[in-house]
């Protein structure tokens, strides 16, 4: 599980670094560089996670390798937490007025001071990190699509809008929210209205989209949907080619980027329909711009909904404030975490404590749920119970 974790975490990591708090306080300091390699070196490691978690069975070196990252990602996660916050102090200070912040000046927390020690510990958290991300080479990992276990090929992350929603807890307010935004609205003004999903990667952004995409107030909504999944394999020739497949067929054999706008055009023209792209990445302003200018072409009240991990993109692309999707409750993390670990409704009461105690470390994120209630169902010994509630998850 340290894979999972590490890769939970860099994800965090690479999501708080797109926050505006800390790239403001990010180029005040000087410190633009430091964090953008930070971004780097934790993108470039999610590409051999996948591949660590299958060799490290075999191998302690990668075990160790991943327990290194994984103190490192916190490492980097703590300093960053402690840059946001610096940044709301300031904003609060600046809101309060310059006696504040001179008073603030000559306090315990002298700001210069603070900030050289923030300089310093980015700097060596980097440098730590620069140190085990080249250390994955002497495992020969492999990026991107791997093998699993059985020799099967795994290849990059796909979604479709099929959603099973008696399996899904906590997204109920959400979902009547946007869905309500969206067909409560009043008039149609615009031609395109752009709504935004952000969130860390496992909190179920995803699993939202899909919910309201198959809700029977939007099918009525719109006279068109269309579903694409658009990950960090991206380009603008296959999103067209994707969408115009989605509204009848065609364009799978066009490269030229002009004759796919024209056909998207042509598909699109004078019908409200709403295209969902899930799992955004790209923070191409001038691209975006392009695509929602291809997009216009549709009927008021068309719309555009996005699911992203970073707040960046999210601000970005979207017309109307965006949504930031929080973790589960207490009650609803438990119930999705039951119905993956117990076979039957009759719960092994002996089981409940040390379940609910499992299900605290998740944090309220749905995928970190599932994967250990679905781990647990397999377990039927209270000693196997505990060794995981205990463990380093």
Known sequence: MADALVSALAKTVVGNLNSVVVQ??????????????????????QLV???????????????NWLRKLKNAAYDAENVLDEISTEGLRRRANFERGMQHQ??????SRNPLLFRSKMVHKVKNIREKLDSIAKERFQFHLSEGVV???????????????????????GRKEGKEMIIEEIVGSGPEQDDLSVYAIWGMGGLGKTTLAQLIYNDARIEKHFELRIWVCVSDDFSIQRLFSAIIQSTGGGGSDISELDTLQCLLR????????????????????????????????????????????????????ATIAPYNIGNLSENDSWSL?????????????????????????????????????SLMRFKSHESEWLAIKESEI
């Open 24 to 45: 403001e306080i990010g180029l005040a300091w000087g410190l633009t560089d430091e964090l953008n390699n930070f971004e780097s070196i934790f993108t470039s490691i």
């Open 49 to 63: 996670l996948q591949d660590a978690e299958l060799k490290q069975r075999k191998s302690e070196a990668i075990q």
């Open 102 to 107: 001179l008073k603030s000046f000559i306090s």
């Open 147 to 169: 093998e699993n276990r059985f020799g099967e090929t795994l290849e990059s992350r796909q979604t479709t809008s099929l959603v099973e929603e008696s399996e899904i807890y």
């Open 266 to 317: 042509e598909k699109l023209r004078g019908r409200k329909f709403l295209l969902v792209l899930d799992d955004v990445w790209n923070e191409d302003h001038n691209m975006w711009d392009g695509l929602k200018q291809v997009l216009r072409c549709g009927s008021k009240g068309s719309m555009l909904m996005v699911t992203t991990r970073i707040e960046k993109v999210a601000i970005m692309m």
């Open 337 to 373: 975490f039951k119905q993956r670990a117990f076979t039957t409704e009759e719960v092994n009461e002996s089981l409940v404590a040390i379940g609910k105690a499992i299900v605290k470390k998740c944090g309220g994120v749905p995928l970190a749920i599932k994967a250990l209630g």
